[in-house]
């Protein structure tokens, strides 16, 4: 993975956790759950040290399961999605998770009391899109503006996208993952994806 997709997500882990609510607001849903993470963060010492367990738990209940991998998957992978095999396909979602949740987990214990300021929601054309636009406050820097693309599902509001400084997390995915499939194949970006979860998990 490249440096600037860790930051991407280290950074966008900051003002976005547990949509859970499908009648809400998507800018509520944001904001609401947000403080209850960043909360749950500021209270934990065992976070705050650098627990793995508690940290992997808070970002598997609080955060992955509010993205649409179904469309966040379709996406990353392009036309190659619907040249995949149904078992390549639930291969690669499976992987594809295990490194979004390593990678939120790391995001997590690096949080240092940065603050998150939520700019007014604008009317979509679709009524079953919208976008949340923040800014991450860090002492010392400048803001750092990210932008949240979400869809109603059937069980609520879902991200599929996240834009930092215009630069999209699908877009970054889907160029890294047609490289591979490209260089070697289906098989072997998904092999590629368990090596590096299988590592990560060891270390």
Request: hydrophobic fraction near 40%; avoid cysteine; glycine fraction near 4%.
């Amino acid at each position: 993975m490249t440096k600037s997709i860790k930051l991407m997500l280290s950074v966008a882990l900051f003002s976005f956790a547990g949509l859970v609510m499908a009648e809400t607001a998507p800018d509520v849903l944001v904001k609401t759950t947000a403080d209850d993470v960043l909360a749950i963060v500021k209270k934990d010492k065992d976070i705050q040290a650098g627990d793995q367990k508690k940290i992997f738990a808070l970002a598997e209940e609080k955060i992955l399961p509010n993205f649409d991998f179904d469309r966040v998957s379709r996406l990353v992978l392009g036309k190659n999605w619907a040249r995949a095999s149904k078992d390549q396909q639930a291969n690669f979602q499976r992987e594809f998770r295990s490194l979004l949740l390593r990678t939120y987990a790391t995001a997590l214990s690096k949080y240092r009391n940065q603050t998150i300021e939520y700019k007014p929601l604008r009317t979509q054309t679709d009524p079953n899109n919208a976008v949340v636009k923040t800014q991450v406050i860090q002492s010392g820097s400048q803001p750092i503006a990210i932008d949240y693309s979400l869809n109603k599902t059937a069980s609520g509001w879902k991200v599929y996208d996240i834009v930092i400084e215009g630069v999209s997390l699908v877009t970054n995915y889907r160029g890294q993952f047609n490289d591979e499939i490209r260089q070697s194949s289906m098989d072997g970006l998904i092999q590629k994806l368990a090596d590096k979860n299988k590592q990560a998990g060891a270390a």
